[in-house]
C-alpha cells in the first residue's frame, strides 16, 4: 500500500512538473522571426544598460547568441525552453532554441534571458558545425557574474565564451543535476 501511494505520488509531481513547465513554456516562444528579432534586440539593451562590461565584450565578440527569455519550472522532474539568435556583427546569422532537463530537489517556476559571446572563431565554428552546443562540451563558457564582470575587459577575456543571465523573474529553488543543449531551428 505504502508503494503504491509512493508511485502515485512520483506520477502526480511529475505530471505537475510536466504541465506547469508546458503551460509557461509558450511564452518563450516568438511568433514569428520578426518578433524574435525584435526581443533580440531589446534584451541586447536591457543586458548593456545593466552591465557595460557585457556592452564592452560585444564590441569585440565574433558572435553573438541571445535568448531573451527562457522559461524554467520544475518540480521533482524539470526544465526549461527558450528561443533566441546568433547576430555576426549587424546580420542574424540563424536561430537557436536552448533547452534543459534536469532531476533533483527543485520546485517552482522562473524566467530569464542570457547571452553567450562567442569571443573565437573556434567557437563560432564549433556552434555553426555541431548539431546543437551541450554546455561542458566543446569551448570553454564562462558564466559571468557581478564579481567577475567588474574585473573582466576586452584585454583580460582570454576565454572562448562569456554568457551573461539577466532579466531574472520568478522563484525557483534547486539542488538538482541539469544539463543545457543548444540547437538550431529553423524561423
Known sequence: ??????????????????????????????????????????????LYKTNPAAESIGK??????????????????GGSYGEGALTKGSTHAGYYNSVSASWGWQAGAESYGYVVFLMSDKAVKYLDKSKGWEFGVGPTVVVVNEGIAKNL?????????YAFIFDQQGLMVSLSIEGTKISRIKR
Open 1 to 46: 500500500m505504502i508503494n503504491i501511494r509512493r508511485n502515485f505520488l512520483n506520477v502526480l509531481f511529475v505530471t505537475a512538473a510536466s504541465l506547469s513547465l508546458c503551460a509557461i513554456s509558450s511564452s518563450a516562444i516568438a511568433a514569428t522571426a520578426e518578433d524574435l528579432d525584435k526581443d533580440v534586440a531589446q534584451a541586447l539593451q536591457t
Open 153 to 161: 575587459t576586452t584585454t583580460t577575456a582570454k576565454d572562448d565564451a
Open 60 to 77: 569585440k565578440a565574433k558572435a553573438v547568441l541571445v535568448f531573451p527569455k527562457i522559461v524554467k519550472a520544475g518540480l521533482i522532474f
